[in-house]
């Protein structure tokens, strides 16, 4: 399987969104999928863990005892066990390269399961989520970050654009279905906050790193071709985020005590 994540595109993405971090915000919005979780002392599992910034921010900022990250891409993987033991971690903090599929966990394993922008490249949604459900424990909290739909049966032609640009496999649901799924998969205090007026400023703060001034800095971090890319690439999707057809939003629920 070929990357979705060559080195081009995570240099450009943290030039984004900080060293560390693919998603947008960067650690803010984290801090902000967090607000009111307590994972104080908690064993999580992080489906999706990247270049591992966030799970040194769960370690050192949120207190979780334990975190393993589960991710499909090997230089990813490699990137992230160096930054957790640059930052003395790895003793709290540990990944495994995993293929597409059932997380290769026990059952009742973790007290929480966090996610962030990267459940968008799994398309069974019910499957995904009643899998979640099997590695928690009883009372465990599941809170995540994804790209979800908001347009109409058919994608407009600047999200097809988009979707193109970024040359990565998108599998979205709507922020109503999301929320039905994880009910009928036995979540309860289900709730789905969207995050599309958030990011329209978040959207064009992406654009201004790589235009102006900014622009010529880029060049010099990243190469023209990538910045280029990154600008082209925010510019439509500030396009599909105003029309409402992008819509990050934050799914929390609670497997039964």
């Not at 971690?89 to 990944?95: C, Q």
């Amino acid at each position: 399987m070929a990357s979705q994540y060559p080195d081009e595109m995570v240099a450009g993405l943290e030039w984004m969104w900080g060293e560390g971090f693919l998603s947008p915000g960067g650690p803010d919005e984290v801090r902000a999928l967090l607000d009111g979780v307590d994972l104080t002392g908690c064993r999580v599992l992080d489906v999706g863990s990247g270049l591992g910034g966030i799970d040194i921010l769960l370690a050192t900022e949120y207190g979780a005892r334990e975190i393993v990250g589960l991710e499909v891409e090997p230089q990813l993987v490699a990137r992230a066990e160096q930054a957790v033991a640059r930052a003395g971690l790895g003793d709290r903090i540990r990944f495994q390269q995993v293929s597409p599929g059932p997380f290769p966990v026990a059952d009742g394993s973790f007290d929480a399961v966090f996610s962030k922008d990267s459940m968008i490249h799994i398309p069974d949604k019910p499957a995904l989520y009643a899998d979640v459900l099997r590695v928690l424990q009883p009372g465990g909290t599941f809170v995540a970050s994804d790209w979800l739909y908001g347009g109409g049966a058919e994608y407009s032609d600047s999200m097809k654009t988009w979707i193109e640009i970024v040359h990565l496999d998108f599998n979205m649901e709507t922020p109503e279905n999301s929320a039905a799924a994880l009910r009928r998969a036995g979540f309860v205090d289900v709730a789905v906050r969207d995050r599309n007026r958030w990011y329209l400023g978040e959207v064009q703060r992406e654009i201004d790193s790589v235009s102006g001034a900014n622009f010529e800095r880029a060049v010099a971090a990243l190469g023209r071709e990538v910045a280029e890319h990154r600008r082209r690439s925010s510019t439509i999707k500030k396009q599909v985020v105003e029309q409402g057809e992008l819509r990050p939003c934050h799914l929390k629920g609670r497997k039964p005590g």
